[in-house]
Protein backbone atom coordinates (compact mmCIF):
# COMPACT_ATOMS: atom_id res chain seq x y z
CA UNK A 1 0.00 0.00 0.00
CA UNK A 2 1.12 3.27 -1.22
CA UNK A 3 2.54 5.65 1.81
CA UNK A 4 3.50 9.15 1.48
CA UNK A 5 5.33 11.36 3.74
CA UNK A 6 6.08 15.24 3.78
CA UNK A 7 8.78 17.13 5.13
CA UNK A 8 11.01 20.10 4.63
CA UNK A 9 8.14 22.65 6.36
CA UNK A 10 9.03 25.56 7.95
CA UNK A 11 8.99 29.38 8.94
CA UNK A 12 10.52 31.19 6.33
CA UNK A 13 10.55 35.40 5.42
CA UNK A 14 9.18 36.48 2.50
CA UNK A 15 11.36 36.29 -0.56
CA UNK A 16 12.83 32.65 1.11
CA UNK A 17 12.66 29.74 -0.51
CA UNK A 18 11.72 26.27 0.61
CA UNK A 19 11.93 22.55 -0.56
CA UNK A 20 9.42 20.16 0.60
CA UNK A 21 9.35 16.24 -0.10
CA UNK A 22 7.06 14.09 -0.78
CA UNK A 23 8.37 10.14 -0.12
CA UNK A 24 6.87 6.98 -0.98
CA UNK A 25 6.98 3.83 0.69
CA UNK A 26 4.84 0.80 0.04
CA UNK A 27 4.83 1.28 -3.85
CA UNK A 28 6.75 2.22 -6.56
CA UNK A 29 6.36 6.29 -7.32
CA UNK A 30 7.60 6.38 -10.81
CA UNK A 31 3.76 4.96 -11.96
CA UNK A 32 1.62 7.68 -10.08
CA UNK A 33 1.27 11.16 -10.57
CA UNK A 34 1.62 13.39 -7.74
CA UNK A 35 0.19 16.56 -6.92
CA UNK A 36 1.08 19.06 -4.07
CA UNK A 37 -2.17 20.42 -2.29
CA UNK A 38 -2.42 23.18 0.80
CA UNK A 39 -5.16 24.38 2.88
CA UNK A 40 -4.91 27.36 4.81
CA UNK A 41 -6.66 28.64 7.86
CA UNK A 42 -10.24 29.17 6.81
CA UNK A 43 -9.83 28.34 3.78
CA UNK A 44 -10.71 25.51 1.59
CA UNK A 45 -7.96 23.36 0.45
CA UNK A 46 -6.67 23.96 -2.86
CA UNK A 47 -4.34 22.45 -5.76
CA UNK A 48 -0.96 23.68 -6.10
CA UNK A 49 1.11 21.69 -8.92
CA UNK A 50 0.86 18.34 -10.25
CA UNK A 51 3.24 16.10 -12.17
CA UNK A 52 2.65 13.14 -13.93
CA UNK A 53 4.39 10.28 -13.53
CA UNK A 54 6.63 10.08 -16.62
CA UNK A 55 7.66 13.91 -15.71
CA UNK A 56 6.26 15.13 -18.95
CA UNK A 57 3.39 17.16 -17.80
CA UNK A 58 3.04 20.11 -15.41
CA UNK A 59 0.39 22.02 -13.67
CA UNK A 60 0.80 25.27 -11.88
CA UNK A 61 -2.15 27.02 -9.92
CA UNK A 62 -1.64 30.88 -11.27
CA UNK A 63 -0.58 32.36 -8.34
CA UNK A 64 2.42 30.47 -7.81
CA UNK A 65 3.50 29.88 -11.68
CA UNK A 66 6.86 31.12 -11.97
CA UNK A 67 8.02 30.81 -8.43
CA UNK A 68 7.32 26.78 -7.18
CA UNK A 69 8.56 23.78 -9.61
CA UNK A 70 7.96 20.31 -8.83
CA UNK A 71 10.92 17.75 -9.50
CA UNK A 72 10.54 14.07 -9.19
CA UNK A 73 13.39 11.59 -8.60
CA UNK A 74 12.19 8.34 -9.18
CA UNK A 75 15.56 6.79 -8.11
CA UNK A 76 14.57 8.47 -4.64
CA UNK A 77 10.91 7.66 -4.95
CA UNK A 78 10.45 10.96 -4.10
CA UNK A 79 8.53 14.67 -5.51
CA UNK A 80 9.85 17.84 -4.62
CA UNK A 81 7.77 21.24 -4.36
CA UNK A 82 10.59 23.79 -4.54
CA UNK A 83 9.50 26.91 -3.60
CA UNK A 84 10.60 30.42 -4.41
CA UNK A 85 10.23 34.22 -3.93
CA UNK A 86 8.02 32.86 -1.21
CA UNK A 87 4.71 35.32 -0.09
CA UNK A 88 2.63 35.45 3.42
CA UNK A 89 -0.22 34.02 0.60
CA UNK A 90 1.64 30.90 0.81
CA UNK A 91 1.36 30.22 4.17
CA UNK A 92 -0.63 26.99 4.91
CA UNK A 93 -0.23 23.31 5.48
CA UNK A 94 1.10 21.46 2.28
CA UNK A 95 0.11 17.96 1.80
CA UNK A 96 1.41 15.83 -1.44
CA UNK A 97 -0.68 13.12 -2.69
CA UNK A 98 -0.87 10.27 -5.51
CA UNK A 99 -3.33 9.54 -8.67
CA UNK A 100 -3.44 7.13 -11.37
CA UNK A 101 -4.83 9.54 -12.92
CA UNK A 102 -3.76 12.39 -15.41
CA UNK A 103 -3.32 15.36 -13.73
CA UNK A 104 -6.03 17.42 -15.89
CA UNK A 105 -8.43 17.86 -13.17
CA UNK A 106 -6.09 17.98 -9.98
CA UNK A 107 -6.62 21.29 -8.49
CA UNK A 108 -10.37 19.52 -6.35
CA UNK A 109 -8.44 16.41 -5.44
CA UNK A 110 -11.06 13.82 -6.07
CA UNK A 111 -9.01 12.06 -8.40
CA UNK A 112 -5.91 11.30 -5.42
CA UNK A 113 -6.79 8.28 -3.70
CA UNK A 114 -2.98 8.58 -1.15
CA UNK A 115 -2.38 11.48 0.94
CA UNK A 116 0.46 12.41 3.16
CA UNK A 117 0.13 13.69 6.50
CA UNK A 118 1.19 17.59 5.82
CA UNK A 119 3.81 19.86 6.54
CA UNK A 120 3.54 23.43 7.85
CA UNK A 121 4.98 26.33 5.53
CA UNK A 122 4.44 29.58 7.71
CA UNK A 123 6.01 32.97 5.79
CA UNK A 124 6.59 35.74 7.54
CA UNK A 125 9.10 38.21 8.96
Known amino acids: QLQLVESGGGLVQPGGSLRLSCAAS????????IGWFRQAPGKEREGVSC????????NYVDSVEGRFTIPRDNAKNTVYLQMNSLKPEDTAIYYC??????????????????WGQGTQVTVSL
Open 97 to 114: AATVFRCSGYRNGATFAS
Open 26 to 33: GATLEYYG
Open 51 to 58: INSSGSSL
